[in-house]
C-alpha cells in the first residue's frame, strides 16, 4: 500500500538532547512537508522541500534542520536551540503540482522533559 | 500565496446538511482551492480540491463562486464521525509563480451534535 509513515508515534527527550524524527513516503512525490501543532492550534509550517537535496525554511525554522538525500525521506532534527519542542509534528507528501492534495503521516508526539 | 478566511466554529446537527465557508479573496488564476480535515490526534486527511467548477465525490461537495473569491464546503448528511476541524487552502503548482508552501490557517472546527 503506498503512503507516508512517521515514526516513532510518541518520542520522549530529556531536554538539551538534539532528536530526529522520520518521515518516509513511497508514493513517488517530489514534495515533502515538516509541521509543527500545539494544542488547540492549527498546523505551522517548518520545512518544506521541492526535490532531492533541497529545502526551504517555512514559517518556524528556528531550532529545526531537515535533510533530503533520497526523495523518500525527510528527516527532522529537532535541535537543542528549539525553545518549545515539546509538541505534535505532522509530516506530508504530495506532487509538485500539490494536485490531487498532500498525504500526511500520523504523527509523532515529542515531549521532552 | 493566497491567505484564507474561516469561521472558527460551527454547529450541525447530526442527518443534516453541513455548509463549511471560506474567503479566499486575493486567490490568482492557477491556485486550486483544497479542504483538509483533522480529527483530533490525526493527521490531516485530504477531502476535495477544485479550480473553477464545483466538485463532488464520496464525501464531500465543493461549491466555487464564479468570482472564485469563495467557496462552500457541504457535507450533505453529517454525521457524528465528521466533528473535526476543517481547513481551507488555496495553493498553486509547482512553476506557476508559487512558492511551494502548504499553509493551513486556523481551520473550522465542526461540531456535529446527535
Keep these: ?113 | 500565496d493566497a491567505k484564507t478566511t474561516q469561521p472558527p466554529s460551527m454547529d450541525c446537527a447530526e442527518g443534516r446538511a453541513a455548509n463549511l465557508p471560506c474567503n479566499h479573496s486575493t486567490i490568482s488564476g492557477n491556485e486550486y482551492v483544497y479542504w483538509y480535515r483533522q480529527i483530533h490526534s490525526q493527521g490531516p486527511q485530504y477531502i476535495i480540491h477544485g479550480l473553477k467548477n464545483n466538485e463532488t465525490n464520496e464525501m464531500a461537495s465543493l461549491i466555487i463562486t464564479e468570482d472564485r473569491k469563495s467557496s462552500t464546503l457541504i457535507l450533505p448528511h453529517a454525521t457524528l464521525r465528521d466533528t473535526a476541524v476543517y481547513y481551507c487552502i488555496v495553493r498553486g503548482g509547482h512553476g506557476s509563480g508559487n512558492t511551494g508552501k502548504l499553509i493551513f490557517g486556523q481551520g473550522t472546527t465542526l461540531q456535529v451534535k446527535p
Design chain 1, 1 to 113: 500500500d503506498g503512503g507516508i509513515t512517521q515514526s516513532p508515534k510518541y518520542l520522549f527527550r530529556k531536554e538539551g538532547q538534539n532528536v530526529t524524527l522520520s518521515c518516509e513516503q513511497n508514493l513517488n512525490h517530489d514534495a515533502m512537508y515538516w509541521y509543527r501543532q500545539d494544542p488547540g492550534q492549527g498546523l505551522r509550517l517548518i520545512y518544506y522541500s521541492q526535490i532531492v537535496n533541497d529545502f526551504q525554511k517555512g514559517d518556524i525554522a528556528e531550532g529545526y534542520s531537515v535533510s533530503r538525500e533520497k526523495k523518500e525521506s525527510f528527516p527532522l532534527t529537532v535541535t537543542s536551540a528549539q525553545k518549545n519542542p515539546t509538541a505534535f509534528y505532522l509530516c506530508a507528501s504530495s506532487s509538485l503540482q500539490g494536485l490531487p492534495g498532500a498525504f500526511f503521516g500520523q504523527g509523532t508526539r515529542l515531549t521532552v522533559v
